[in-house]
């Protein structure tokens, strides 16, 4: 059942993308002061709000595994960190060939750049803590302390480009104060978003499989070394 879920999830990604590929390369116009380069918009945008939903579902399981002391949301909170960490790793590289077409440069020190660049490094290190404990609980407990802890960068960074009005352009989005595109331009952002958030439920729901055969195999071996 979880397998054709997946599949489901793949396959609705994958026709959702390909429609949005063909609407934003022949019926979205060019943006009159960018050219054709807004387009990397469809992508940079959505990947953005997949890695938050997902920094935001590890803060909810980081909190769900303190209260509960169950490690099965300690599973789902590094499942969907590395979620976060691949489709932010999206939003910064497509961010600095933005850039490096609108500004001739490709990284600068930007409020909003900055601040979404501490916050992936932030979550790099929590999958690097996780690394550095071997005991199952005392790793669960320090990985969720840290992702609660790291968490409120996110929302420094989606409110940073309201805060601060550094180089970095203000919002574009009609459901955030001082955004709005032209008719037509905005809905494939929601629409690919839809699609991303597809792909990474099924990325995650990979992660989460993997990471439970990872602690049974622990399991067996601290038991095998146990017995010796």
Not at 45 to 51: N, Q
Not at 57 to 63: G, H, L, T, Y
Not at 82 to 93: I, T
Request: proline residues 4%; glycine residues 6%; hydrophobic residues 55%.
């Amino acid at each position: 059942m979880r397998d054709k879920i997946m599949m489901a999830l793949a396959g609705l990604a994958a026709l959702i993308i390909v429609w949005v590929l063909h609407t934003i390369l022949w019926q979205v116009p060019d943006e009159k002061n960018q050219g054709a380069i807004f387009r990397i918009i469809y992508f940079h945008v959505p990947s953005a709000m997949t890695a938050a939903a997902c920094a935001l579902a590890a803060f909810v399981a980081s909190v769900l595994y303190l209260v509960k002391r169950n490690l099965s949301y300690d599973a789902i909170a590094v499942a969907v960190t590395e979620g976060a960490l691949l489709f932010g790793a999206v939003v910064l590289v497509t961010g600095m060939i933005w850039a490096r077409i609108i500004w001739g440069i490709w990284w600068t020190w930007d409020a909003r750049l900055t601040s979404m660049l501490v916050s992936w490094l932030m979550y790099a290190g929590y999958l690097m803590l996780r690394r550095a404990v071997e005991e199952p609980t005392e790793r669960a407990r320090n990985s969720a302390v840290l992702s609660i802890f790291i968490f409120p960068g996110v929302y420094i960074t989606w409110k940073s480009i309201e805060w601060w009005r550094t180089q970095h352009p203000g919002p574009v989005l009609s459901i955030r104060q001082g955004g709005g595109m032209a008719p037509g331009m905005e809905s494939p952002i929601y629409v690919n978003l839809l699609a991303l958030l597809c792909l990474a439920a099924v990325l995650v729901m990979l992660r989460y499989n993997q990471e439970l055969r990872r602690r049974e195999l622990d399991s067996l071996r601290r038991t095998a070394h146990a017995m010796i």
